[in-house]
């Protein structure tokens, strides 16, 4: 798993590439559902390939923490998986930003 406590209110995820998405989301779902009052900040650098899977998997992480009051953040996701979003109406869900210590910063500056 490369999901990480990066304080004691951020979690770190460095997504693999495919087919191992769905699975680290999921890990995710549970440790936020086991920490509760916390960030996530999602590294894309190894995604190439978001599938429908995923997606979902993303949007209920982000209905977890928005349910939490709580953020979440993608960082390094390329041209094409904005694309996707984009298609999917679901670019104005995502916070996303360039690089993954503004991800970081973003989520700190509201703890």
């Given at each position: 798993m490369s999901a990480q406590k990066w304080s004691e209110q951020v979690i770190l995820v460095e997504l693999p590439a495919e087919p191992g998405v769905v699975e680290e989301?999921?890990?995710t779902?549970?440790?936020?559902?086991?920490k509760?009052?916390?960030?996530?900040?999602?590294?894309?650098s190894?995604?190439?390939i978001l599938t429908s899977n995923?997606?979902?998997e993303l949007v209920r992480l982000q209905t977890l923490l928005a349910q939490c009051r709580?953020?979440?953040?993608?960082?390094?996701v390329d041209t094409a998986t904005k694309g996707v979003f984009s298609?999917?109406?679901?670019d104005d869900l995502f916070e996303i930003v360039d690089e993954k210590f503004d991800a970081l910063?973003?989520?700190?500056?509201?703890a």
């Open positions: 989301l999921q890990e779902e549970r440790l936020v559902r086991e509760g009052d916390c960030d996530v900040v999602v590294d894309f190894e995604v190439t995923s997606l979902a709580r953020k979440l953040v993608l960082c390094h298609v999917t109406g679901l910063a973003t989520v700190q500056t509201l």
